[in-house]
């Protein structure tokens, strides 16, 4: 009982602990221009290892297992104002091309939960506006302000193209 009350308040110590590592790894390696290999490892683990340990850590949480996109995003920008510009090769690269996957996927995955809810007010027959159901999905998934922010840009794109 008392390891399924403390593991996920220790898990989350492990993604927090390997970024503030590589906080102060950086910082201290700031000067040296000789550490490309170092570079390429930090830059790695802070979009691979942190999120990944992120995930790990909350899967059989209550936290939603979307919110790790919100990590990956986190720590992508914290490599861009941590690793000096000449060691952002790849950090420049992941930016350009997964960044957009990530934000695609979590539309996508909202637009799949907004339908979900269509079809669970339809079972009731009450009517419900489009901005409302995915209004509903987001509050389901992001906090209060996320959400509501998220739900109008989705909303936007969907009246400007599909309504």
Not at 73 to 86: D, G, N, Q, R, V
Request: net charge neutral; hydrophobic share 55%; glycine share 4%.
């Amino acid at each position: 009982m008392i390891k399924s009350v403390l593991w996920p308040k220790l898990g989350m110590l492990f993604p927090l602990l390997v970024f503030m590592f590589l906080v102060g790894m950086t910082l201290s390696l700031d000067d040296l221009q000789s550490y490309d290999s170092i570079f390429l490892g930090v830059t790695l683990d802070f979009y691979v290892t942190i999120p990944l340990l992120y995930f790990l850590a909350i899967r059989k949480t209550s936290i939603p297992n979307i919110s790790v996109a919100s990590v990956f995003i986190f720590c992508l920008f914290s490599a861009t104002y941590l690793i000096p510009e000449s060691e952002q090769r790849i950090l420049n690269q992941v930016k350009y091309f997964a960044l957009p996957l990530v934000e695609i996927g979590v539309v996508t995955f909202l637009i799949l939960k907004s339908k979900a809810v269509f079809t669970k007010i339809k079972i009731h027959n009450t009517n419900l506006e489009w901005y409302d159901a995915i209004k509903e999905a987001c509050f389901d998934t992001f906090p209060s302000r996320i959400g509501l922010l998220l739900a109008a840009e989705i909303s936007v794109v969907y009246y400007s193209f599909f309504a």
